[in-house]
């Protein structure tokens, strides 16, 4: 299990290309889809507690990027508690996670009506879409 994210951590050189690794990662989705978020985050918590070998931190990332994947609020928040210092790029991880999750609001502003050309007789009309801040 883990096998490729193995090869991901031993050739990854910063935590953007780990996070797109983990995003799409097979076993990282699976994981995602067997577990509830409150899971993955138990799971998160003991595999960082005390970990014995490889495989452990295998399986503490696995779960980052599987809560990641969850979008669960309460598990991206509990995330901030957690002593992450025993990951490499740790800190960083969970701010992309969080950089991720952020629900981004859209505000509907109107629309545009216009002639694509004097030539044509159909009108376009296009939304317009403004994130906000």
Same mark, same amino acid.
């Given at each position: 299990?883990?096998?490729?994210? /193995?090869?991901? %951590?031993?050739?990854?050189?910063?935590?953007?290309? %780990?996070?797109?690794?983990?995003? *799409?990662? #097979?076993?990282?989705? @699976?994981?995602?889809?067997?577990? @509830?978020?409150?899971?993955?985050?138990?799971?998160?918590?003991?595999?960082?507690?005390?970990? /014995?070998?490889? =495989?452990?931190?295998?399986?503490?990332?696995?779960?980052?990027?599987?809560?990641? %994947?969850? #979008?669960?609020? @309460?598990?991206?928040?509990?995330?901030?508690?957690?002593?992450?210092?025993?990951?490499?790029?740790?800190?960083?991880?969970?701010? *992309?996670?969080?950089?991720?999750?952020?629900?981004?609001? *859209?505000?509907?502003?109107?629309?545009?009506? =216009? #002639?694509?050309?004097?030539?044509?007789?159909? #009108?376009?009309?296009?939304?317009?879409?403004?994130?906000?801040?």
């Amino acid at each position: 299990m883990f096998d490729e994210l /193995k090869i991901s %951590l031993t050739v990854a050189n910063d935590a953007g290309f %780990l996070f797109k690794k983990l995003m *799409r990662d #097979n076993d990282v989705v @699976t994981l995602e889809r067997n577990k @509830t978020p409150e899971q993955l985050l138990d799971g998160f918590e003991k595999a960082l507690k005390a970990p /014995k070998d490889i =495989s452990d931190l295998l399986s503490a990332y696995a779960y980052l990027g599987a809560i990641s %994947l969850s #979008n669960s609020p @309460t598990a991206i928040a509990a995330l901030d508690d957690l002593d992450v210092s025993g990951l490499q790029w740790g800190e960083e991880l969970i701010a *992309r996670i969080k950089q991720r999750y952020a629900p981004s609001q *859209r505000i509907y502003m109107g629309e545009v009506t =216009s #002639n694509k050309s004097s030539m044509s007789s159909s #009108n376009s009309t296009q939304r317009i879409v403004i994130p906000s801040v």
